[in-house]
C-alpha cells in the first residue's frame, strides 16, 4: 500500500522561503516520479514541479520556475519542495503525489497522493 505524507506547511510573509517535506513508503521500483500540486481556494488543482525518479529529470510550472526546486533524497524515498521568494498567489494547499513511470505534469496522471499541507502567504 502507498503512502504519501506532506509536511513543512505554514505562513510566511512575501519573499520568504519555505521548504516542504513529502515521505513516500509502497513505490519500491525507481522508475516512479513524485510531484507537487496545490491547489488554491475555488480553483482548480494545478503541477508545480515533478521529480522523475530515474535520471532526476525534473519539470516546473512557469509560474514557479527559477523559485522552487524539488529534489529528492534516495535513501530516504523523501522528495522536497524548496520554495524561494513566495507571493501571496503561491497562497494554496498543496499535495504531494506519486506515480510509476515516466514524468508527467498532471494531477490526472497521479493515483497516490497526501493529505496535503497549508501554504500561507501573507503581502
Known amino acids: 500500500r502507498v503512502q504519501v505524507v506532506e509536511s513543512g506547511g505554514c505562513l510566511a510573509q512575501t519573499g520568504e522561503s519555505l521548504r516542504l517535506s513529502c515521505d513516500s513508503s509502497g513505490l519500491t521500483d525507481d522508475h516512479y516520479s513524485m510531484g507537487w500540486f496545490r491547489q488554491a481556494p475555488g480553483k482548480v488543482r494545478e503541477g508545480v514541479a515533478v521529480f522523475h525518479g530515474t535520471g532526476g529529470t525534473t519539470w516546473y510550472a512557469s509560474s514557479v520556475n527559477g523559485r522552487f526546486t524539488i529534489s529528492r533524497v534516495i535513501a530516504e524515498n523523501t522528495v522536497y519542495l524548496q520554495m524561494n521568494d513566495l507571493k501571496p498567489e503561491d497562497t494554496a494547499m498543496y499535495y504531494c503525489?506519486?506515480?510509476?513511470?515516466?514524468?508527467?505534469?498532471?494531477?490526472?496522471?497521479?493515483?497516490?497522493w497526501g493529505q496535503g499541507t497549508k501554504v500561507t502567504v501573507s503581502s
Open positions: 503525489a506519486e506515480r510509476l513511470g515516466g514524468l508527467r505534469s498532471g494531477p490526472e496522471d497521479f493515483p497516490y
